[in-house]
């Protein structure tokens, strides 16, 4: 838990698992509670049940849930926006997010069918309406002199933001910042690399907070950014060295060689990298 006078940002980690053929795959992802004497906000609201985390939460911090006046999306996808019907329905807040999501946070069946997600139904509560659509620039008032910036950080979704909050220079960096180690997960690298140069190019941030990362602070802050950049960078050359050797090869065959090139196990294997991984090619053969 990070202090500050007026202010306290609470990561909550919620833990989750995405079925896979040798068994669950566990997983989590970070929801955030910016708190000020005033209001709350929540960035993200995790999978489906997540609400029940994240209440019970406030009310040992003895804060309750009505408190919750905007819930912020940092983008679309199911371990981010899996609780966010509940959420609204227990309080009654505003949700904001990006107008290049909207579609698929307002119609998850769209979602499905678009990209599926083993499990998907079990993640995502149901579909929820954008009350604020959020552009790059845009700020949001939170009370006690805080204001939160929107950037727009494209490429992990075509509506991924990340939130800096001002005048603190705290980073919610919501997806756009991979984690060497772990799955390749976006849907445009060329457009996430230009996202994570944006973030890097912002002096003074004093803490990063990710949705699939522990906080970091101080000079982990860039560290972690330049270890996200290395990392698309890596899953590209590898992609590109085995397109070299096997042109033509099958998505699911390219999968399983770039999954165990960058020493991953061969069951995270799945249909989310192979999207990434098509997104390499596509990035390639436009070169």
């Known amino acids: 838990m990070t202090h500050f006078p ?3 940002i609470e990561p909550l980690r919620i833990p989750f698992s995405i079925p896979a053929p040798s068994g669950p795959l566990p997983r989590f992802v970070s929801a ?8 709350l906000t929540l960035i ?6 997540s609400e029940e985390i994240i209440f019970s939460h406030l009310q040992r911090s003895g804060r309750r849930p009505e408190e919750i006046s905007s819930l912020i999306l940092t983008h679309a996808h199911p371990d981010h ?18 107008g290049a999501d909207r579609a698929w946070i307002e119609d998850t069946d769209r979602q499905d069918r678009e990209r599926p ?38 490429g992990h979704s075509p509506g991924s933001i990340s939130l800096l909050l ?17 799955l390749p997960i976006y849907d445009d690298p060329v457009a996430s ?5 944006r973030l890097m190019a912002i002096d003074g941030i004093t803490s990063l907070f990710s949705s699939w990362d522990e906080p970091k602070e101080g000079e982990e802050v860039y560290w972690a950014m330049d270890d996200g950049y290395a990392r698309i960078q890596e899953v590209h050359e590898v992609v590109k060295g085995v397109l070299a050797d096997r042109p033509g090869i099958d998505p699911a065959e390219l999968t399983c060689m770039v999954v165990k090139e960058i020493g991953l196990p061969a069951e995270l294997a799945n249909p989310m990298v ?5 997104a390499h090619v596509r990035a390639l053969q436009k070169a």
Request: proline share 7%.
């Open 193 to 197: 690399l230009n996202s994570i140069e």
């Open 274 to 278: 192979t999207r990434s991984l098509l």
């Open 44 to 49: 993200d609201a995790g999978v489906v049940g």
């Open 166 to 182: 001002l005048p603190d220079m705290a980073l919610f960096s919501g997806d756009a910042i991979p984690v060497p180690g772990d």
């Open 81 to 98: 926006i899996g609780a966010a019907k509940a959420v609204r329905e227990a309080t009654g807040c505003t949700i904001a997010a990006h």
């Open 117 to 154: 997600v083993p499990g998907f139904y079990q993640l995502v509560g149901g579909p929820v309406t954008v009350d604020r659509i959020l552009e790059d620039g845009d700020t949001i008032e939170m009370g006690e002199g805080l204001i939160l910036e929107v950037i727009h950080t494209p």
């Open 6 to 8: 007026v202010m306290k």
């Open 32 to 39: 955030y509670i910016i708190s000020t004497p005033g209001s």
